[in-house]
């Protein structure tokens, strides 16, 4: 079945750091890729996502591309903020299945 | 705007009682899903429904039953709460005219079992 593994946390970070998450899957098929982001106190909210190979999905500054050669669709920043600390999730579907979620990486970003 | 709900936001209740967590949305979606949240295990399915006459079993719905009363509301019901149905619930939607099934998440309910 479909499964996702991402990289454990917590990550904690200074301002303006490097920020990598690792995502990594295994699907039957050709899944879409999604990273979801929850910010404290909140539910999850769709922070980018990516439908085949080669793509690259992209918001606020974050950036994820899908590498079927390697299953794996790893989040990045260039440089974090404070109000990027939250708790990160990686999911897939497959075609109408719902989504399978990795179990969160909580980031921490200090000034 | 469009949005997903859930009734109560916490609730704290006693074991062997029976709960019911609802969930409406005003975004027009004919898919809802309920999902639990534990610490350090991400996120599971609990049920899923993708039109008002169709309901599945996800991956952990032992101790769960669900309702699809309308389009617009999906219920979560415990029919004897125990203690280790303590978790951070979410109720979302997806829309079957979106061609990769995003969905989107109502704002949680925080149920403590006593």
């Known amino acids: 079945g479909n499964s996702v593994t991402q990289m454990e946390g917590p990550v904690t970070l200074s301002e303006e750091a490097f920020l990598t998450i690792n995502c990594t899957y295994t699907?039957?098929?050709?899944?879409?890729l999604f990273w979801y982001v929850q910010y404290p106190g909140e539910g999850l909210q769709l922070l980018l996502k990516a439908t085949k190979a080669d793509d690259k999905g992209s918001n606020k500054g974050f950036e994820a591309t899908y590498r079927k050669e390697t299953t794996s669709f790893h989040l990045e920043k260039g440089s974090v903020q404070v109000s990027d600390s939250a708790v990160y999730f990686c999911?897939?579907?497959?075609?109408?299945?719902?989504?399978?979620f990795g179990k969160g990486t909580r980031l921490s970003v200090i000034a | 705007d469009a949005d997903v709900t859930q009734t109560p936001r916490n609730r704290i209740t006693k074991t062997g009682k029976r709960i019911m967590l609802e969930c409406s949305q005003t975004k027009g979606h004919d898919r809802m899903y309920w999902y639990r949240q534990d610490p350090g295990l991400g996120l599971r399915l609990i049920y899923y429904s993708f039109d008002v006459k169709d309901i599945n079993k996800g991956e952990i719905s032992d101790g769960y039953s669900v309702s699809r009363q309308a389009q617009a509301k999906f219920s979560l019901s415990l029919e004897s709460a125990i203690p280790n149905q303590t978790a951070l619930y979410f109720c979302a939607t997806s829309d079957r005219r979106s061609l990769y099934n995003e969905q989107f998440f109502g704002p949680g309910t925080r149920l403590t079992v006593l």
């Open positions: 999911a897939l579907n497959s075609g109408n299945t719902p989504l399978v």
């Open positions: 699907a039957t098929g050709y899944p879409s």
